[in-house]
């Protein structure tokens, strides 16, 4: 079955540390995207890639690394610069480069927790 | 900074009856409006999209739209308690991706 898989589903980061997010998708979609959901409140752009080796910054992007070497994979690195990780990560895709015309379909997300 | 608004909620409503979830958006030039549900610790899960002023219908599902007020609207016939979930309306941006509001947490009691 076509879909988006993220791992890992839990993910604990110590102080200091940079950790890498994998989303990698089968559905042959142009777009790939990044958002971070914190407890009572919506989604937030971190990176999106319309193409293979191009990518844009989103809203809230400090902190974090991304790449589109391959049209299946977007994986985020949440480096030790974001002060506070703690959140839902969720990796999304859109059948176009362009989302005006199709929505997204989102991985089952990573949550991401500092200790 | 494009703005998408709804009540955090929780809107409360009996088994049966519907449920009427609200957006407003401020840019005047969007094209497109989606609709999501997620369920507590899962992931959003696409319910509808509008892209014309007026009203779009969807088994129990209704979308409204109204570009001049820049409102968008879920109205759910027929509530069941597994509908109780956070509703998230989306908004394009311009083709890019999608900006989202903060959610509308729906409890239907049975």
């Known amino acids: 079955d076509g879909g988006i898989t993220q791992s890992p589903k839990y993910l604990f980061r110590k102080e200091g540390q940079n950790v890498t997010l994998s989303c990698e998708q089968n559905?042959?979609?142009?777009?790939m995207y990044w958002y971070r959901q914190d407890p009572g409140q919506g989604l937030r752009l971190i990176y999106y890639s319309q193409i293979v080796n191009d990518f844009q910054k989103g809203d809230i992007a400090e902190g974090y690394s991304v790449s589109r070497e391959k049209k299946e994979s977007f994986p985020l690195t949440v480096t030790s610069a974001q002060k506070n990780p703690t959140a839902f990560y969720l990796c999304?895709?859109?059948?176009?480069?362009?989302?005006?015309?199709?929505?997204?379909?989102f991985g089952s997300g990573t949550r991401l927790t500092v200790v | 900074q494009k703005e998408v608004e709804q009540n955090s909620g929780p809107l409360s409503v009996p088994e049966g009856a519907i449920a009427s979830l609200n957006c407003t958006y401020s840019?005047?030039?969007?094209?497109?409006f989606f609709w999501y549900r997620q369920y507590s610790g899962k992931s959003p899960e696409l319910i509808m999209s509008i892209y014309s002023n007026g009203d779009k219908e969807d088994g129990r599902f209704t979308a409204q739209l109204n570009k001049a007020s820049q409102y968008v609207s879920l109205l759910i016939r027929d509530s069941q308690p597994s509908d109780s979930a956070t509703y998230l309306c989306?908004?394009?941006?311009?083709?890019?991706?999608?900006?989202f509001g903060p959610g509308t947490r729906l409890s239907v009691l049975p």
């Open positions: 840019d005047r030039g969007s094209q497109s």
């Open positions: 559905l042959n979609h142009d777009a």
């Open positions: 999304a895709s859109s059948i176009d480069r362009s989302t005006t015309n199709y929505g997204y379909t």
């Open positions: 989306a908004v394009d941006n311009y083709g890019q991706n999608f900006v």
